[in-house]
């Protein structure tokens, strides 16, 4: 109740879904081609009623990607026409955080946010790296993905 209480959800195979692109690439059946993928992802083509549950409960909502911060604008885009709206803030990954592991980028990402004096509540993903490391939030969900694990 003090404005400071917070919910971390993730992006991708979160709130947007990257499953038609993987369809197109047979699932996995083919090696991963990043610069395809991004290239996807700035189409702005992939809503979650608990999101807005969440944020209308009062807490603020971040979002959390390891998406590269080249791709803000076409994320920011993406999720809007699919209709989240009214998150604090989305945290891409900087040049200085590129080649860091994903669990240590998402981990100094939560910390930077208790730091500001927030309470993380919760954290919704579909990676074990996006919870693992400290600090913690009070709940976590993982959600099922079966076409890619990242560590």
Excluded: C
């Excluded at 610069?35 to 944020?55: N, V």
């Excluded at 509540?121 to 976590?140: H, K, M």
Aim: proline letters at 3%; hydrophobic letters at 35%; aromatic letters at 14%.
């Amino acid at each position: 109740g003090d404005g400071k209480d917070a919910w971390i959800f993730d992006v991708d195979d979160t709130l947007l879904s990257t499953v038609p692109y993987y369809k197109k690439h047979g699932f996995g059946g083919e090696k991963l081609n990043s610069t395809s993928l991004e290239a996807w992802m700035k189409e702005s083509k992939a809503p979650l009623k608990l999101f807005h549950e969440i944020k209308d409960g009062g807490f603020k909502i971040f979002l959390v990607s390891s998406r590269k911060e080249t791709l803000r604008s076409s994320t920011v885009d993406n999720l809007i026409k699919v209709g989240y709206h009214g998150w604090k803030t989305l945290i891409l990954r900087g040049l200085e955080d590129e080649f860091m592991e994903v669990q240590r980028y998402k981990s100094k990402a939560r910390q930077n946010m208790i730091n500001e004096g927030y309470h993380i509540w919760g954290i919704i993903g579909d990676q074990w790296s996006s919870f693992e490391g400290t600090p913690r939030a009070e709940r976590t969900f993982k959600l099922p993905n079966s076409i890619y694990y990242l560590a």
